[in-house]
């Protein structure tokens, strides 16, 4: 009996072993299986989160782009009626009375700060086509100011990486280089800028001799092409040049290739700009006889708009024209030769004014 009592008590012991293995073993199974199943639903919980934030990031970006279109219709309204811009620089929802910054009341979808500045520090031009002209009025917020100082930057339009000019030409004053000869590492095209000051002369000829041209040419640069000096003057005596303009990553200005003009200082400048060979991003900044930048008047707004859906936020800014000349297809020349011209106007049919005789 002794011995049979043994053995079935190894027996009995080796069965609960083998039983608690396997419970040990499910066990390790059900929570491996567990976190598998807690893992997807993570994923499938952040996916859908994801989802969501994008679809509220997206409601929040046209928000802000509603707040634009509203500010710009009201802007639109009041340079037709001849009403003065408001300067709206509390961040309220709306630019009006009476106007609605709500999209969607159940998400909680609108533009809930919108800015409004008529005189801007700068102007900004974004792209300007090859060869069609940009008036740019530049002219100070407080019209007893002085303009002595015009600073242009620019780059080829859309470029915001691989900005490269070594393949630029290694240009030198009154040296135009055919754009051909260029390498593709040049992100610049060349600039003309003809400038006029809005007051000061008296006729068609003072008119003539107060218009100046500039040429500005993209260069990379070294010790030995230092390019345009930090202000370059601007004066009959120099008018038409061609000039190589410093450009690289620390240009000073807002794009790689920046320029100052030293122009004789007047309530106003007009600007004709020209972009050649490559569209151009362009951004325009001036300073006063103080040498302090001033706020520019009559040429554009600056509206600032921030967009919201439930905890989605997005700001968005934008330039528009208040200019009352605004065309970015101004004719870069009516008319052009190298001898004379002569017009015969035609006022009603088989009567002319001007012959033949007056031209010689």
């Known amino acids: 009996m002794t011995i049979l009592n043994r053995y079935r008590t190894q027996i009995f012991s080796s069965q609960s072993q083998d039983g608690q293995a396997a419970f ?8 491996i299986l567990s976190l598998i199943v807690l893992g997807y639903a993570n994923n499938a919980r952040n996916e859908q989160r994801r989802a969501l934030d994008n679809q509220l990031s997206t409601a929040a970006f ?3 782009e509603s ?20 300067n709206q620089s509390n961040c ?22 919108l800015l409004v500045n008529p005189t801007p520090p700068s102007l900004e031009y974004a792209p300007l086509d090859t060869g069609h002209g940009q008036v740019v009025p530049v002219f ?15 780059q080829q339009d859309g470029i915001t990486n691989n900005i490269n000019f070594t393949g630029c030409p290694s240009t030198t004053q009154n040296t135009f280089t055919p754009r051909a000869s260029w390498s593709p590492n040049c992100t610049a095209g060349v600039l003309q800028i003809d400038m006029v000051p809005a007051t000061g002369w008296n006729s068609f000829n003072d008119l003539q001799s107060d218009t100046n041209t500039v040429f500005f040419e993209p260069m990379l640069t070294n010790s030995s092409l230092p390019g345009i000096p ?21 240009s000073g200005g807002e794009y790689a290739c920046t320029a100052s003009l030293a122009v004789a200082p007047e309530s106003g400048y007009y600007l004709h700009i ?15 006889i103080n040498n302090n930048q001033v706020n520019l008047a009559n040429a554009q707004a600056l509206i600032d708009s921030t967009g919201k859906a439930s905890d989605e936020l997005k700001r968005i800014q934008e330039h528009v024209s208040i200019n009352p000349v605004d065309s970015n297809d101004a004719p870069v020349n009516a008319i052009q030769s190298q001898s004379g011209i002569c017009k015969n106007l035609l006022t009603r049919p088989a009567v002319t004014t001007g012959s033949t005789d007056v031209c010689n």
């Open 24 to 31: 040990a073993v499910t066990m390790i199974i059900m929570i």
């Open 62 to 64: 046209y928000a802000a």
């Open 67 to 86: 707040g634009i279109n509203d500010a710009y219709a009201v802007i639109k309204a009041d340079i037709q009626g001849g009403t003065a811009l408001a």
């Open 92 to 113: 309220i929802g709306v630019y009006s009375s009476g106007a609605t910054n709500t999209l969607d009341k159940n998400s909680g979808t609108a533009y809930t700060c």
């Open 140 to 154: 100070p917020a407080i019209s007893t100011d002085s303009i002595q100082l015009i600073t242009i930057s620019w």
């Open 230 to 250: 930090a202000q370059y003057p601007v004066s009959s005596s120099n008018n038409g040049e061609n000039i190589g303009v410093s450009c690289g990553a620390n």
């Open 274 to 288: 020209v972009p050649i060979y490559d569209n151009a991003d362009v951004s325009i900044t001036a300073t006063d």
